[in-house]
């Protein structure tokens, strides 16, 4: 599987002014290169080429090898947004939002990232530098630093292309790494059900519940801190907004990490499958007052779902998702579902045989329950053959 390793480069003054000017460079003929596209309506790389290659070599000063990756990554670009217009991730067509995605040429921004492949970038582990290439030629030397945990992954498994990008002030390079999957356990009965709630971000049919609480007064009070700020719209209220951007989504995903490495454990630990709610298009689905809409569009259920099936491939632990549809409704003693008896946010008092449950727990048992019965329909037979 494919995982990504970021490390922060250390480079000194001179390094980093010859990285920077190359990764405007790159950035200014990106934007060209689109409108290339655009206008021509040409998006398959090879045939990009033909039109920009030498003018992004001549006008830009690009090596032979940057250039193409400049190409390549406006190609990508178009064809991720395929992709999302396929999807119906920018809306219906002739939407606003349809319409301003489709109706002109891909911008990128100055200081995004740029690929660089293994012509253009090489890696000393042993010396924690990297020799890249610049405007101002190879720059060789370049320190750089990670957790122990992510040096050891680079060292032993980066495969392909890494991206130069700039952020904050820092540079960094972002590495793609092969690494090996487990074995996965094909002989699991049981499952653990996992129920994903902005309340409780995450409940186990063990029992145990990730109250979202702390999460969500963070998320409160960025929101009103963020309004304040753009109200006031003056130099220092815009300098305090870009220091605290991304914070917000660094803690959220901080906590998603730890839900999902628990989680994970737990059902290797105890030899058991993992079941999740298939929670796809639930914004589109669910409709609320106005001043709830904040809180349900920064719920970040899929990337937590995301980091349960990553870490889950890495340990062997099947992961399937299930059907959402009833599983707060339904008693997960007698199986009768009543909307009724969904009493309170946390409160599930069944009209039939009168369980009184946590409303969360009481569905993450239905939803480790589907799980069981998706996975034994769909798992291979191990009847032995008939002689």
């Known amino acids: 599987m494919k995982l990504t390793v970021q490390?922060?480069?250390l480079p000194t003054p001179v390094q980093a002014a010859a990285l920077e000017e190359t990764l405007h460079a790159c950035n200014e003929a990106a934007p060209w290169v689109s409108s290339v596209a655009f206008e021509k309506d040409?998006?398959?790389?090879?045939?990009?080429?033909e039109h920009t290659y030498t003018a992004v070599k001549d006008r830009w000063g690009l090596g032979a090898q940057a250039a193409q990756h400049v190409i390549k990554k406006t190609c990508d670009a178009y064809t991720t947004l395929r992709a999302n217009l396929k999807a119906?991730?920018?809306?219906?067509?002739?939407?606003?939002r349809y319409r301003r995605a489709v109706e002109k040429p891909i911008a990128f921004r100055q200081e995004g990232a740029q690929p660089y492949d293994d012509?253009?970038?090489?890696?000393?582990?042993?010396?924690?530098?990297v020799s890249i290439w610049t405007l101002s030629g190879r720059m060789k030397g370049v320190a750089f630093t990670a957790s122990r945990e992510h040096?050891?992954?680079?060292?032993l498994y980066r495969k392909g292309e890494s991206d130069l990008l700039y952020r904050d002030g820092m540079l960094f390079l972002t590495a793609t790494c092969e690494v090996p999957e487990a074995e996965p356990n094909v002989d699991v009965t049981?499952?653990?059900?996992?129920?994903?709630?902005?309340v409780n971000i995450a409940t186990t049919s063990d029992g145990q519940i990730m109250a979202g609480r702390r999460l969500n007064r963070g998320r409160l009070r960025e929101r009103?801190?963020?309004?304040?700020l753009q109200r006031k719209n003056t130099p220092s209220a815009k300098r305090r907004l870009k220091k605290r951007r991304r914070k917000e989504a660094r803690r959220a995903r901080d906590i998603n990490h730890k839900i999902a490495k628990h989680v994970v454990a737990e059902a290797e630990r105890t030899g058991r499958g993992i079941a999740l709610e298939d929670l796809t298009g639930i914004r589109a689905r669910v409709r609320l007052r106005k001043p709830q809409r904040a809180t349900l569009h920064s719920w970040a259920f899929a990337q937590l779902g995301a980091f349960i099936a990553c870490k889950a491939r890495r340990a062997g632990v099947p992961v399937v998702f299930v059907d959402p549809a009833c599983t707060s409704q339904q008693c997960c003693a007698c199986g009768r579902i009543d909307k009724k008896s969904r009493a309170s946010q946390a409160l599930f008092t069944c009209r039939n045989c009168g369980v009184v449950a946590h409303a969360?727990?009481?569905?993450?048992?239905n939803i480790a329950r589907k799980g069981e019965a998706v996975w034994a329909a769909g798992r291979e037979s191990r009847v032995p053959a008939t002689p």
């Open 42 to 49: 040409i998006k398959r790389n090879f045939a990009l080429r």
């Open 224 to 228: 009103v801190l963020r309004q304040k």
């Open 88 to 96: 119906g991730n920018l809306g219906k067509p002739g939407s606003q």
């Open 360 to 365: 969360d727990r009481n569905a993450s048992h």
């Open 7 to 9: 490390v922060k480069l």
């Open 190 to 198: 049981e499952f653990l059900g996992v129920d994903l709630g902005i």
């Open 119 to 129: 012509r253009m970038l090489s890696w000393q582990h042993t010396q924690r530098t």
């Open 151 to 155: 040096l050891a992954r680079l060292a």
